[in-house]
């Protein structure tokens, strides 16, 4: 069974940083892209970040360019999000999700549970 | 960056209605189209993909259709559980969310 846990959301002051993992289990890891969405409260789904199976390939939305910095770790079968400079425009719910494959066109068939982000002072 | 459009942004309905919610992309995205429901404090789920292609253990009541930039996501006959905010997501060049159509019981 696919599971996703995220975990290290948090209060956090504006300019402040926060570091954000989601433990994969039950499937091979290096064989899928893994990614960042976020939702802010009440609002819309956002593609934040994105990474091959093999770590090699990123992706990040504008919004977070240059801020937030994705990363994998094989032997832990975990996926982290290295979050920096941080917005009250980031508060959001911040999920983990699998991909359908290695990297090229890929759909979401599992999700985290999330882990919530707020920045505020 | 493909843009995504969800129409109508809210949609009252009864149950046993036939429902339809529309996407259209800003240019083709052939039909890398998946649809996610999503629950209040809920994760999205899954529901079709490949623009018609429809997820293990989804109703046949849903149905997807459409290819290049227009998409609709189908209920045939609403139940009570598919009260929900449904997303579309291109994925033919990274990831791009719709703003989501908000399904309530009228």
């Known amino acids: 069974e696919v599971q996703l846990v995220e975990s290290g959301g948090a209060l956090v002051q504006p300019g402040g940083s926060l570091r954000l993992s989601c433990a994969a289990s039950g499937f091979t890891f290096s064989g899928y892209a893994m990614s960042w969405v976020r939702q802010a409260p009440g609002k819309g789904l956002e593609w934040v970040s994105a990474?091959?199976?093999?770590?090699?390939?990123?992706y990040y939305a504008d919004s977070v360019k240059g801020r937030f910095t994705i990363s994998r770790d094989k032997s832990q079968s975990t996926v982290f999000l290295q979050m920096l400079s941080l917005r009250v425009e980031d508060t959001a719910t911040y999920y983990c999700a699998k991909g359908t494959t290695n990297w090229s066109r890929y759909y979401v068939d599992f999700w985290g549970q999330g882990t919530l982000v707020t920045v505020s002072s | 960056d493909i843009q995504m459009t969800q129409s109508p942004s809210a949609l009252s309905a009864s149950v046993g209605d036939r429902v339809t919610i529309t996407c259209r992309a800003s240019q083709s995205i052939s039909t890398w189209l998946a649809w996610y429901q999503q629950k209040p404090g809920k994760a999205p789920k899954l529901l079709i993909y490949e623009a018609s292609s429809l997820d293990s253990g989804v109703p046949s009541r849903f149905s997807g259709s459409g290819s290049g930039t227009e998409f609709t996501l189908t209920i045939s006959s609403l139940q009570p559980d598919d009260f929900a905010t449904y997303y579309c997501q291109q994925y033919n060049s990274y990831s791009t969310f719709g703003q989501g159509t908000k399904l309530e019981i009228k």
């Open positions: 990474i091959s199976g093999s770590g090699a390939s990123t």
